[in-house]
């Protein structure tokens, strides 16, 4: 069964700061990856997404992430966070297309504090 | 984007009662809706995924029973919690995908269930 690790339960950091959020999966087949943000008191949204392609996949308010296949990881990033990303990350995974099947396999989820 | 939303947001019941909770896409028809488990401070758990006019599919180690999922519409299903105990108590939060786009779910904002 395929499984997601999410190293960093808690991220403090001040604003303009660079963001890295580690992400590892188990699955060795095929598989689709997402970010997805859950901002205080509002549901979840999807930041990013990687099917297939460059490995470096660009999302929503300046986020990034990079599909390392070697290390079964999927870290997001951030060059420069502002304090409204405060919010819990949750990475998640796919495996397949197994069309009608697809279950989304969450990680435990980090939650990201920026300090004005 | 697509919206997906949830009632009610927040629901107290006395132990031994059931609760309804309904999920509804409100921009676009949803083939699928999937109901999500989240306990404080960890992840998402998939409980059981709904298909508009067939019986839902449950994860292992969730009870038919007790969690009854009515997809009847393409923008409706609902969960109904019955004989509801204090072990019900979480959050629960549906997703919706619509037809085409079997890799991205939309989220509902959650429901808080507190079963005293």
């Known amino acids: 069964a395929q499984s997601v690790s999410q190293h960093n339960h808690h991220v403090i950091l001040s604003e303009a700061a660079s963001l890295e959020l580690g992400c590892n999966y188990s699955?060795?087949?095929?598989?689709?990856l997402f970010w997805y943000v859950q901002y205080p008191g509002q549901h979840l949204q999807l930041l990013l997404k990687?099917?297939?392609?460059?490995?470096l996949v660009k999302g929503i308010k300046g986020f990034e992430a990079e599909f390392i296949k070697s290390k079964f990881s999927f870290n997001l990033r951030k060059p420069s966070v502002q304090w409204s990303d405060t919010a819990e990350y949750f990475c998640a995974v796919i495996s397949g297309p197994n069309f009608g099947n697809e279950k989304l396999t969450f990680g435990t989820g980090t939650r990201l504090t920026i300090i004005p | 984007g697509a919206v997906v939303s949830q009632h009610p947001s927040r629901v107290i019941c006395k132990s031994g009662t059931s609760v309804k909770i309904e999920c509804r896409s409100l921009d676009f028809q949803a083939t699928t809706m999937f109901w999500y488990r989240q306990f404080p401070k960890q992840s998402l758990m998939l409980m059981a995924t709904s298909n508009e006019g067939s019986k839902a599919t449950y994860e292992q180690g969730v009870e038919k029973d007790k969690f009854l999922i009515n997809h009847a519409s393409l923008t409706l299903s609902t969960l109904t919690v019955t004989s509801a105990h204090p072990e019900d108590s979480s959050f629960y939060i549906c997703?919706?995908?619509?037809?085409?786009?079997?890799?991205?779910?939309?989220f509902g904002p959650g429901t808080r269930l507190l079963v005293l």
């Open positions: 997703s919706a995908r619509g037809p085409g786009l079997w890799e991205t779910q939309y």
């Open positions: 990687y099917f297939s392609g460059d490995p």
């Open positions: 699955y060795g087949g095929t598989v689709n």
